[in-house]
């Protein structure tokens, strides 16, 4: 009959020759932390980066609009030449960001560098 600690010893050594039996195989590989560090680090990556895209999609951003043709700013302004036409053939710059429901919410707006 076998007593408890012989039970718990044949276990380590069970135990024990698993590791090295592991160790062993993956001597010219990875070693077996690092692999399941790799694993769990990119598991986590992903959630991390699917929990924060839409906090970055809300992030303010520039977005330009280009000029448009004398045709569209001249009924754009209802044949006026005014500032509102010249905005329009140059084109400008807006500040946007998205709220809640998708819609555009324009922060600020600027012409278009020329650097």
Same mark, same amino acid.
């Given at each position: 009959?076998?007593?408890?600690?012989?039970?718990?010893?044949?276990?380590?050594?069970? @135990? %024990?020759?698993?590791?090295?039996?592991?160790?062993? /195989?993956?001597? &010219?590989?990875?070693?077996?932390?690092? *692999? +399941?560090?790799?694993?769990?680090?990119?598991?986590?990556?992903?959630?991390?980066?699917?929990?924060?895209?839409?906090?970055?999609?809300?992030?303010?951003?520039?977005?330009? @609009? %280009?000029?448009?043709?004398?045709?569209?700013?001249? /009924?754009?302004? &209802?044949?006026?030449?005014?500032?509102? *036409? +010249?905005?329009?053939?140059?084109?400008?710059?807006?500040?946007?960001?998205?709220?809640?429901?998708?819609?555009?919410?324009?922060?600020?707006?600027?012409?278009?560098?020329?650097?």
């Amino acid at each position: 009959m076998e007593t408890g600690g012989n039970h718990v010893m044949r276990a380590r050594i069970l @135990v %024990a020759a698993l590791v090295l039996s592991t160790a062993a /195989a993956s001597a &010219h590989a990875e070693s077996v932390s690092h *692999y +399941l560090g790799r694993v769990v680090g990119g598991f986590g990556a992903g959630v991390g980066q699917a929990a924060m895209q839409p906090i970055a999609d809300s992030q303010p951003q520039w977005v330009t @609009v %280009a000029p448009r043709s004398k045709t569209e700013c001249l /009924a754009l302004t &209802h044949q006026v030449l005014n500032r509102a *036409y +010249l905005r329009c053939r140059r084109g400008w710059q807006e500040y946007v960001r998205y709220d809640a429901a998708g819609r555009k919410v324009v922060l600020s707006e600027r012409g278009i560098p020329s650097w």
